[in-house]
């Protein structure tokens, strides 16, 4: 069965737990994030499918289906799964992905490395995932990739279907041409999403910085700019863009650039915190946590996300604020890597080393100053905590998008309440109301903290509702809508030409 909407992303769209020795599938926890928001899609699609990996054993029969039917609430759709060796799945994504892309994506270039890097696996594995979804594609079905590790993949595409309309869409950040350019790789990543019709990114800067890119390394670039519009706002911060460019014209080929951040789920949230259980929840969390003014900050252990350097701000605000002891407390989930992630070790080492220096220097037998998780908490169990939360504290150092920091404003339903946010993180250009902080800067992660825990009850309810309106207006429906909007124009729209240096694919280039 062809498809007229092929999916392309490396991970499946549920968990697979075992159960009494059987394997179930469990959709994820939370509403929000990647996943969630791909899946919104096969309800407005009649023919899609998604296209994910799966570890399989070496030279041996697989012990699974290639293509399964799931049936969750998103509806009836299709999963192939690529399988993948273990040693394969390691290089793609443990090692190269994070060890070379990762910090170059993130702008930490000293954290750069190839040492391990062995380049062919990486090409290899994005050509199998590219065979995958051409052959589940129906004639001029739209492809859609999605993030930085299958960057290599719409090239793949093109060369094996030129009939096929692809899209690619960035949920990371997109460097400058300084920083990008470190890949010694470059070209041929560029070639790859040169072969695209559309990319997407969430804020303008993402957009300019990879059109900037494509300008440094291609002669002939033209350039199509518009001002900037919403949900994007027009605010000075570290991410602002007056313009953005919305269509790249190079080779002989027009290549949309679109731009339009990920929304969340509002109504849902809303309606999880305001049941009896989720009122009940909240309260629980307040009485457990037992503080005056809780701040509460969810990431992941990753050192893009400035965990050490605000535990280290937390420590000095404890040190000039003896007032606070035994006031407030730091409600800190940072979720460890999964296994395999060793370039996260040290860092989820120094991030529990500090806690424990905190909570041993300024703690009492009645109060501890942080409470560490570093398990993902369930969906219903981290949005009550953010509707008990007084400060969400959300300072990554680089950030795609954030969506803890919408998910925030979505549990507080206008109560008063404080976001401080990292002026580097994507969602900053859409939450006007939110404190910006800088988290590079030891002077900004002090003075806005202290801003927020001075701020009154009157701005608080003023700042957060119109946060909220924002939320709920540009959820995560709108996102869909535009991007099926999107497609739309690009099926409509004539096959161009193959861009000139992507000649069709040979059936010995398997590396």
């Known amino acids: 069965m062809r498809n007229e909407l092929v999916v392309?992303?490396?991970?499946?769209?549920?968990?697979?737990?075992?159960?009494?020795?059987?394997?179930?599938?469990?959709?994820?926890?939370?509403p929000n994030g990647i996943i969630p928001a791909i899946k919104g899609f096969f309800s407005h699609v009649d023919k899609a499918v998604w296209v994910a990996w799966k570890k399989a054993a070496v030279g041996k029969a697989l012990d699974f289906e290639?293509?399964?039917?799931?049936?969750?609430?998103?509806?009836?759709?299709?999963?192939?799964?690529?399988?993948?060796?273990?040693?394969?799945?390691?290089?793609?994504?443990?090692?190269t992905s994070k060890e070379a892309l990762w910090p170059v994506i993130h702008t930490f270039p000293w954290l750069y490395s190839t040492e391990n890097i062995h380049w062919a696996d990486?090409?290899?594995?994005?050509?199998?995932?590219?065979?995958?979804?051409?052959?589940?594609?129906?004639?001029?079905?739209?492809?859609?990739?999605?993030?930085?590790n299958l960057w290599l993949v719409p090239g793949f595409v093109r060369k094996m279907r030129p009939d096929l309309k692809i899209a690619f869409f960035h949920h990371t950040q997109f460097p400058a041409p300084d920083a990008f350019n470190i890949l010694p790789w470059r070209d041929e990543i560029i070639d790859s999403l040169l072969a695209c019709d559309l990319v997407g990114f969430h804020v303008p800067r993402f957009a300019q910085n990879f059109c900037a890119v494509v300008e440094s390394l291609r002669e002939g670039v033209v350039r199509h700019e518009a001002p900037v519009s919403l949900p994007i706002l027009q605010r000075?911060?570290?991410?602002?863009?007056?313009?953005?460019?919305?269509?790249?014209?190079?080779e002989g080929r027009s290549i949309v650039i679109d731009t339009c951040p990920i929304g969340t789920a509002p109504a849902l949230i809303a309606s999880t915190v305001n049941s009896?259980?989720?009122?009940?929840?909240?309260?629980?969390?307040?009485?457990?946590?037992?503080?005056?003014?809780?701040?509460?900050?969810?990431?992941?252990?990753?050192?893009?996300?400035?965990?050490?350097?605000?535990?280290?701000?937390?420590?000095?605000?404890?040190?000039?604020?003896?007032?606070?002891?035994?006031?407030?407390?730091?409600?800190?989930?940072?979720?460890?890597?999964?296994?395999?992630?060793?370039?996260?070790?040290?860092?989820?080492?120094?991030?529990?080393q500090l806690v424990g220096r905190i909570n041993g220097h300024f703690g009492t037998l009645h109060w501890l100053p942080i409470h560490l998780s570093t398990t993902p908490l369930t969906f219903e169990e981290v949005v009550c905590a953010y509707r008990a939360a007084d400060i969400a504290w959300i300072t990554p150092l680089r950030d795609g998008l954030n969506l803890v920091a919408k998910e925030f404003v979505a549990a507080k339903q206008g109560e008063a309440g404080v976001l401080v946010l990292s002026e580097f993180s994507g969602a900053a250009m859409e939450l006007e109301d939110a404190?910006?902080?800088?988290?590079?800067?030891?002077?900004?992660?002090?003075?806005?903290?202290?801003?927020?825990?001075?701020?009154?009850?009157?701005?608080?309810r003023l700042r957060m509702g119109r946060m909220l309106m924002q939320v709920q207006r540009y959820d995560i429906g709108y996102w869909t809508r535009h991007v099926l909007a999107r497609f739309a124009k690009l099926s409509e729209a004539p096959t161009q030409p193959t861009a000139p240096d992507l000649k069709p694919i040979e059936a010995s280039e398997a590396a």
Request: hydrophobic share 40%; with cysteine.
């Open 236 to 250: 000075a911060c570290a991410l602002s863009e007056p313009r953005v460019t919305v269509q790249l014209d190079v």
């Open 276 to 352: 009896p259980e989720g009122k009940a929840r909240t309260e629980r969390i307040r009485k457990d946590l037992n503080t005056e003014t809780l701040i509460v900050s969810v990431s992941r252990v990753d050192y893009a996300k400035g965990g050490r350097q605000q535990l280290e701000a937390f420590e000095r605000l404890l040190k000039r604020r003896p007032d606070l002891h035994g006031r407030v407390k730091l409600l800190l989930v940072t979720v460890a890597a999964a296994e395999g992630m060793e370039v996260y070790r040290a860092e989820q080492q120094k991030i529990e």
């Open 122 to 148: 990486f090409r290899e594995v994005n050509r199998r995932f590219a065979e995958a979804a051409c052959a589940e594609a129906e004639q001029g079905a739209v492809v859609w990739v999605h993030d930085y």
């Open 435 to 460: 404190i910006l902080v800088n988290p590079f800067s030891r002077s900004s992660l002090d003075d806005t903290l202290d801003e927020a825990l001075a701020m009154g009850e009157v701005e608080q």
């Open 66 to 95: 290639r293509r399964i039917t799931v049936s969750d609430s998103y509806g009836n759709y299709d999963v192939v799964r690529l399988p993948l060796e273990a040693a394969k799945i390691h290089q793609f994504y443990h090692v």
């Open 8 to 30: 392309v992303y490396h991970r499946q769209p549920y968990e697979e737990l075992v159960e009494n020795g059987q394997t179930v599938m469990r959709e994820p926890r939370s």
